[in-house]
């Protein structure tokens, strides 16, 4: 897969044994038309191109014995080098013991112009490729999947909906969960009562300031019951800290 040749914020670059896996990011949603678009690049890097025998081969047995196989240094070390156009490009591993990828590392990767990840299978990457290579490793979450193309394609959608222009409402995306480091608001849309449970009065009202105050009261209350622990690490504003201690209040009169 080619990149579209445009100038776009940033460029993403995925080396990976499985080109196909990532075609439907280019044919679906709000990533794809970002890319045709040209704000966001977009290529795929086949490793085994850089294999250096007949068979193609790109993984090898571990040393001191073991079960799985492990990306062998060589080709993965030419294909970084291929896909390392710029100085300042950084190298992303996907793998279980990176950091935990959230909103903020989202943040931090999407001011960068050009990214190169690299998707293991099997045991994982020699370790060299890390210690020469690798400027962050991240994780998805703590568990174990098969590859990392699922967990590249996560991460490279959260970053694109940072850049601007890329989600056409730059507001949706500062009113999303974790933004703020808090979870978003509940939505409702047509109809008024679906199966006997109606959409709250104060959003029928047509007041905006008693919806917004509605929605940051709700941002408060889904954070507070289903991420406490996120409650611990958001900068809260005033008005949240009001908002906040008067929720818990009412939730002490209730128990
Ligand atoms: N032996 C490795 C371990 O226990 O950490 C697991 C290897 S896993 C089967 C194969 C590849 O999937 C990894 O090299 C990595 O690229 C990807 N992968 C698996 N789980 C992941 C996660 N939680 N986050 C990011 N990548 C992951």
């Not at 990840?117 to 060299?128: L, N, P, T």
Request: with cysteine; hydrophobic share 35%; aromatic share 10%.
């Amino acid at each position: 897969m080619q990149d579209n040749e445009k100038n776009p914020v940033v460029k993403f670059k995925v080396i990976t044994i499985f080109p196909e896996f990532f075609k439907p990011m280019l044919e679906f949603g709000i990533f794809s038309r970002a890319y045709k678009k040209g704000l966001i690049g977009f290529e795929t890097i086949d490793l085994r191109d850089f294999a250096t025998d007949n068979y193609r081969s790109i993984d090898d047995e571990p040393y001191g014995g073991g079960s799985g196989m492990v990306f062998k240094p060589v080709p993965l070390g030419k294909a970084i080098k291929k896909a390392k156009s710029e100085k300042k490009t950084k190298v992303v591993y996907l793998t279980p013991s990176g950091k935990l990828f959230n909103s903020d590392l989202a943040k931090e990767l999407a001011k960068e112009k050009d990214l190169v990840f690299i998707c293991g299978r099997y045991e994982g990457i020699d370790q060299r490729i890390v210690d020469l290579y690798v400027d962050y490793e991240v994780s998805i979450g703590d568990y174990v999947i098969s590859g990392g193309e699922p967990a590249a394609m996560i991460v490279i959608d959260a970053i694109a909906r940072q850049v601007e222009g890329v989600v056409k409402e730059m507001d949706s995306v500062v009113k999303d969960s974790f933004y703020d480091g808090l979870l978003d608001y509940p939505h409702y849309t047509r109809p008024e009562t679906y199966n006997g449970l109606r959409v709250p009065a104060v959003l029928l009202s047509g007041d905006h300031k008693r919806i917004e105050l509605w929605r940051e009261k709700m941002k408060l209350v889904e954070t507070l019951t289903k991420r406490p622990d996120l409650l611990e690490r958001a900068r809260l504003t005033e008005t949240q800290k009001k908002l906040l201690k008067e929720i818990k209040e009412q939730l002490r009169k209730l128990t």
